[in-house]
């Protein structure tokens, strides 16, 4: 099945730091989507990106399918930002989600 | 915006109960989706339905079953509720991209943190 690899495991922050996050996946995919879990447990939907880039305020993801990975950025990181990042992706008939492992930052002001 | 419920953020059972986690969205979607979250091995698919009445099995199904009779409701069913259940369960639910606007992005319900003691 299709592997998903997400890197750093952990990262630690000061705010107003910038960073990225990599999602490296094993096979060809139809679409992709980026989450934050917040501390509470709810996943909040950040992109939902095939290809290509997208901006939303402090935060950008970009995908190069064709290489398999997927990048997202966090600029002027906030303590806010603080959670658990998946990257999922969308595998066979019936939008079956593939998740990550998680990438767990921790904002420090 | 889309909403998705989930009918209780923390429940605790006893071994062999049976129990009813319940998810409703109110975007008129076609797919819904039950995972459940544990330390050290992510989010995993228990199981999903694409229409009404109808269901699939994910990747971990045992020890579940699912109903479906209307579109915005999908419940999860622990039969015989065992400790190996505690866990998180998330919710989720999509449409069917190709319409105008419509694409299959997932949205996720706040989650049912289950005790089983």
């Known amino acids: 099945g299709i592997q998903v690899e997400q890197s750093p495991p952990d990262l630690i922050l000061q705010e107003g730091a910038n960073s990225t996050l990599r999602c490296n996946f094993s096979d060809s995919v139809n679409n992709l989507q980026w989450f934050h879990q917040n501390p509470w447990g709810q996943l909040i939907n950040l992109f939902y990106i095939p290809s290509g880039t997208k901006q939303n305020g402090r935060l950008s993801a970009t995908t190069v399918a064709t290489e398999r990975y997927s990048l997202l950025y966090i600029s002027s990181s906030q303590t806010t930002d603080s959670g658990v990042y998946f990257c999922?992706?969308?595998?066979?008939?019936?939008?079956?989600?593939?998740f990550g492992a998680g990438t767990r930052l921790a904002v420090h002001p | 915006d889309v909403k998705v419920t989930q009918s209780s953020r923390y429940l605790v059972k006893r071994t062999g109960e049976k129990v009813f986690l319940e998810c409703v969205q109110d975007m008129d979607h076609e797919n819904m989706f039950w995972y459940r979250q544990d330390p050290g091995l992510g989010l995993r698919l228990i199981y999903f339905?694409?229409?009404?009445?109808?269901?699939e099995k994910g990747d971990i199904p045992e020890g579940y079953s699912v109903s479906r009779e209307k579109k915005e409701r999908f419940s999860l069913i622990l039969e015989s509720a065992s400790t190996n259940q505690t866990s998180m369960y998330l919710c989720?639910?999509?449409?069917?991209?190709?319409?105008?606007?419509?694409?299959?992005?997932?949205?996720f319900g706040p989650g049912t943190r289950l005790t089983v003691l």
């Open positions: 339905s694409y229409d009404v009445k109808m269901k």
């Open positions: 989720a639910s999509s449409g069917l991209a190709g319409g105008p606007g419509v694409t299959d992005t997932q949205y």
């Open positions: 999922a992706l969308f595998s066979g008939g019936y939008n079956k989600l593939i």
